[in-house]
Each structure stands twice: as structure tokens, then as C-alpha cells.
């Protein structure tokens, strides 16, 4: 029953040599996200709310990033197998060029309408008005972000994803030590606490880029050719727009809808003490999930390598079998430890830290109990839409399975429970767990059928 497992050591090592440098990046990202919510969070639950509603729109810009790296690996996983880096080239300024431009209009909103802006997702002014002094300041760094995300993403297709881990990293620790200086004014600096943040932010972010740009001029195993990059032509741009368009509006469509959940939270009653739950309950999902988003990137490219290569159908098929069962067996233990542990560790070693009030408390220990149960099938469902079904350029497909159960279940669901019958956030989470239940059955279906196997380099 399990013999297609059986793929030799040389697969298995494959995966964990691209897994973890990818494991390690994403356990940085999301470090830096519970540093900011540990610091912010000393200045109490209004800040730390605050600026859970302020990264709503970041997160959205976060989300289109990833759905630009996710859309441009589906070409250059294929192009790296064929060894065409002139088209990897092209890939990555059409990347360049749509992440450019998207990422100014959302800087240009947060910068020029901050208040109008964090009115619409919450119904407290104080709330609001605190957002909008992170938000006003942390716009322009999207750019930036956006740019080294795209870059970053095409060298992790190229089955060298050290490049992120080396650099998100140099970009955590500076967004720390800036942490610690602007908002608690140490060293001298004025105490800027949620503006102080936001600075840290984009500061670090001007790094990232300043690192990125430098080893763009000076590598070697892939020479950027900005003649390429900065005319890509009509063919590329129309190959980008038909494979990796469908994910880039995957992404920011799936963006939107699971901010939605946040502008459903804000807008019930408690709403400050429910935000500061979930800003707590994300962050520890976040570094709970990097293992399984990992498998889901490395699946994109070992099946995007596997078809470039011109393996046969049969072998790409159990390939994405094999990960797929990783990615589940990987959700199911990583679940049990954390429901586990946010009844019998969290309340008492990382609650008190946060100076959450017993409701936030009790409402964030709910919310990864949720998260937990539920999270072997979202780990299927996550490496089987964004690994095997975009990895083998079937990305219309996996963008109805991954879009349809939010906007048709799952959001209408919890906005029914939390804002008309008033039943409390523990219904609004059923209804979003409804999303991986829908998606379930789908993704096997299309899984199973095979049609997913795309040779998209082909003229």
C-alpha cells in the first residue's frame, strides 16, 4: 500500500537538503514576527492589537509576494531542469516589474490614508488611530520586501535557498536590535513604542535590500543579466501571465479572505482582547507551520525539477504522493504537540510574558487548540495545491481548491456566527476550519486524476 515511499536515499536526502535551509528562513520570518509581538506586547494589549490590525495590508502585500514566487518557481523550477537561465532571467523581471508596482499601491494607501484605512477594520477610533501611526510608516518598505522576495524565490526554485536563509537573517537581527532601541528608547534614541516598530521595520528592510543587491553583483552560480531582466518580451510575459497569474491572484485573493477574518474579530464585541489573542495565537502558528510550508516549496521544485528533466508521468505522479504524505504525516505530529502544549505549557510559560488578560488568554489557548487538530489537514491541503498541483503547472485548478472553500464556506460561515448571531469567536473559528474540510476532498480528486502533470516550458 505504501511502496511508492519506497524512493531511495538519494530522494530523501534531496528533500532534506532543500528542506531545511527553507525551514530555517521560514523559522526566522516568523521569529521576527513573535519578537515584534513580544515587544510591542510589553506596551500592553491596545499596542500590541494595534499593530495586528496595521499588518493586515501587510500581510496581504506578503501574501502577493509569495504568490509571485510561488507563480514564477512554476516556470523556473522547469526552466533550471532544461539549464535555461536565460529565461530564468526574464522570469524574474516580470516578477520584478508586477511586485514593483503592486507594492506601491499599497505603500501609497498606507502612507497617504493611514486613518481611512484602519478605520475600515475595526470600530474603535483608539484602535484605529494607533494602526495608523504603524502604518504610515512601515508602507514604504514594501518595495523593498517585494523586490528581494522575488529574488530570493527564484534562487530557492534554483535549489539554492541558503540565499533567504542568509539574508532574512542578517534582516531579523537588525529588525530586532531596532526593536529594542526605538521603542523602548534605549541607547539614547526617544521612545517611539508602535511608531518605534514600524521604523525598526523598514530600516531593516533597506538592509535586506542594501545585502541582496550586493550579492546579486558579486555571485557567480547564476549571473542576473539586466538586459534580459529588464526586457523580458512578449513571449516570457505572456508564459508568466498564463502559469504564474493564476497564483499571484491565488494568493492575494486567499490574502484578503483570511484578513477578513481579522476585520470580522475587530468588528465583535471584546474585539481588543480577540485581536491580542490571535496576534499571540499567529505567531505560534507561524513557527509551528515552517516545516510544512517547507515541504510544500521543496515540493514545488523537486516536481517542477522532475518534469523539466523529462520524467516519466508515473514518476512525477508518485513523487508528489510521496510529499504529500510527508507533508500530512508532518501536520499530524506537529498538531498533537501543540494542542497539547496550549493546554499544558502556553498558559504558564508564554502567556504571562505577553501580559495577556485571562479572556485573551483563554481565547488564544482556543485558538491553536483549533489550529492543532486541524493542522494534518491543512498540511495535506497546503503542500498539495502549493507544492504538487502548481509545481506541475495545473495552477487554475489549485486556485479554485484553494479559493472557493474560503469566500464559499468558510469566511460566509464566520462572519454568520461572529458579526449576525453574535455566537462568540469559538463559532467564528468553526467556520474557519470548514476551509480545510472543503478543500480535502478536492485536492485528492485532482490529485488522483493526474492532469496536473504540465510541461509548461514547451512553445
Known sequence: MLAYLRRGRAFYRDVVTLALPIVAQNLITTSLGLVDTFMVGALGEAPLAAVTLANIPVFVIQLVIFGLQSGSSVLISQYWGKGDTDSINRVIGVGCYVAGAISVLFALAMSGFPEQLMGLLTNDPALAELAADYARIVGPSYLLNSITGVYVGAHRSMEHPRLGLIIFSI?????TFLNWVLIFGNLGAPRMEVAGAALATLLSRVVEFLVMGGYTLTNRRFRLRPALALRPGAELLWRFLRYSGPVVVNE????????????IMGHMEGSTEILAARALAGNIEDICTVIIFAISGTTAIIVGREIG???????????????????????GVIGLLLAGASWWVLPWAVYPRFHLSPTAASTATMMLTFTGVFLALRAFNSNNTVGVLRGGGDVRAAMRIDILPLWCVALPLAALFGLALKWGIFWV?????????????AGVRRFRSRVWINDVTRA
Open 252 to 263: 492575494t485573493l486567499w490574502g484578503l479572505g483570511t484578513s477578513l477574518y481579522k476585520v
Open 171 to 175: 534582516s531579523m537581527c537588525t529588525n
Open 309 to 331: 528533466a523529462g520524467r516519466g508521468r508515473e514518476s512525477v505522479y508518485q513523487a508528489g504522493a510521496v510529499m504529500d504524505t510527508l507533508a500530512l504525516a508532518a501536520g
Open 429 to 441: 473559528y468553526v467556520g474557519i476550519t470548514m476551509e480545510q474540510v472543503a478543500k480535502f476532498g
